[in-house]
């Protein structure tokens, strides 16, 4: 596969707190992460600055700024804290979250996939120990969730969803055939953008994503995680396995019994509710 070139990206130092330091594509090397509002509650907004998640150890923003002169980019920043010497520690053996999310997304956009394109990384490090792992991620260019699409379709438009599975399922078995495991394929973390003949998805929250070897059991798991967000008002139980029909593609026939027993397994191990419906 030829992938796609990677912009020019240049070293970052943020200009209000110089231990805060990592990358940058070039034109965005200017954004203070130390002069972010982190303090924000989710949805509390300041300053034109948003909460997004606000947890002990994890905070998303949502801002725009000004880019070479042009319209305001909308972008994410994300900070993850370490609370702990052996969560410090452990980065020392693996990558960061803020880095890992770097990697992967570039990764997926260098490989034709759609993502919010990573801008900024960079770490705050104490004794050589990472203390705080940040990024900063332009919006995905995408016009909604699959989430608000199946409402769009269902409940505003009274459509069938279902012409949206056979596409949806292509993305999805092209994923795993690259050998990428979401860790939370829910019908949040894709998105869908408006296309003619057919919509195009994305993926979004790739901090604990990765390249790896696709194994029948994560690949069932990613379609446990679909079905299990997405309300059963929304699919039927007959439009369920026809979702699940798409994904698994042209062998479902020999799948099928695999694939419905290996998502009931799940279900009894998390206690979960009957995702088929």
């Known amino acids: 596969m030829r992938l796609l070139p990677l912009p020019q990206i240049l070293p970052y130092r943020d200009a209000h707190d110089p231990s805060i330091r990592g990358w940058a594509v070039a034109g965005y090397g200017h954004i203070s992460l130390a002069s972010l509002p982190w303090h924000l509650k989710e949805d509390e907004i300041r300053d034109g600055v948003r909460g997004v998640k606000a947890s002990s150890t994890r905070r998303v923003l949502a801002f725009e700024e000004d880019v070479f002169g042009e319209r305001p980019a909308r ?33 997926l956009l260098r490989r034709g996939f759609l993502t919010g394109r990573p801008i900024v990384v960079a770490e705050r490090r104490h004794w050589g120990l990472v203390a705080e792992s940040h990024l900063v991620t332009e919006a995905i260019a995408a016009d909604r969730t699959l989430l608000d699409h199946l409402r769009l379709l269902v409940r505003e438009r009274g459509v069938s969803p279902e012409p949206l599975f056979a596409p949806l399922g292509a993305f999805l078995r092209s994923l795993h055939g690259a ?16 296309g003619d003949p057919e919509p195009q998805f994305g993926l979004i929250d790739l901090d604990q ?69």
Not at 179 to 194: I, K, Q, T
Not at 211 to 228: A, E, G, I, K, P
């Open 75 to 107: 972008l994410y920043a994300k900070r993850n804290l370490s609370r702990s010497l052996a969560k410090s520690l452990s980065y020392r053996l693996h990558r960061s979250k803020g880095r890992r999310e770097w990697e992967v997304g570039w990764t």
């Open 179 to 194: 050998g990428f495991y979401h860790d939370d394929l829910s019908a949040e973390h894709v998105w869908v953008r408006d």
């Open 209 to 277: 994503c990765r390249f790896t070897r696709l194994t029948r059991s994560r690949v069932t798991m990613n379609l446990f995680q679909l079905l299990r967000s997405i309300p059963k008002r929304l699919l039927s139980p007959e439009q369920r396995e026809a979702l699940l029909a798409a994904c698994v593609g042209d062998n479902w026939p020999e799948q099928r019994a695999a694939v419905l027993a290996g998502i009931r397994r799940i279900e009894a191990a998390k206690g979960a509710r009957d995702t088929l419906g």
